[in-house]
Nanobody
């Protein structure tokens, strides 16, 4: 079993930056992926970025590519999502998640592949 805890959200103006953090405890290793999802009010949960511990595989969706950077340490216990050049449309609750074993880590993250979730952290971007 894994426990996932995400943190670091806040309120910023457009163009600002935030760093989200994810702490994962338990059986986390290179056979799993870590990903960030977000969900805005009235919208479906959207996969934003995904990565494998130790590097080698990662993917970021086009709408945030060049602005958001996902990272994770080699053990998979600590991950981050750096959010730069934030836009009002980035406003959402952001969730960190850890996948099932042997999930692909180089494609757009799909919620069905992820079994362990953080509680979510709110990001609000004002214009």
């Amino acid at each position: 079993q894994l426990q996932v805890k995400d943190s670091g959200g806040g309120s910023v103006q457009a163009g600002g930056s935030l760093r989200l953090s994810c702490a994962i405890s338990g059986d986390m290793d290179v056979r799993r992926c870590m990903a960030w999802f977000r969900q805005a009010p009235g919208k479906e949960r959207e996969g934003v970025a995904i990565i494998r511990p130790g590097g080698g595989s990662s993917y970021t969706i086009d709408s945030v590519k060049g602005r958001f950077t996902i990272s994770i340490d080699g053990s998979g216990s600590t991950g981050n999502l750096l959010l730069n050049s934030l836009k009002p449309e980035d406003t959402a609750t952001y969730f960190c998640a850890a996948s099932r074993l042997f999930a692909p880590c180089n494609v757009s993250p799909r919620a069905s592949e992820f079994s362990f979730w953080g509680q979510g952290t709110q990001v609000t971007v004002s214009s």
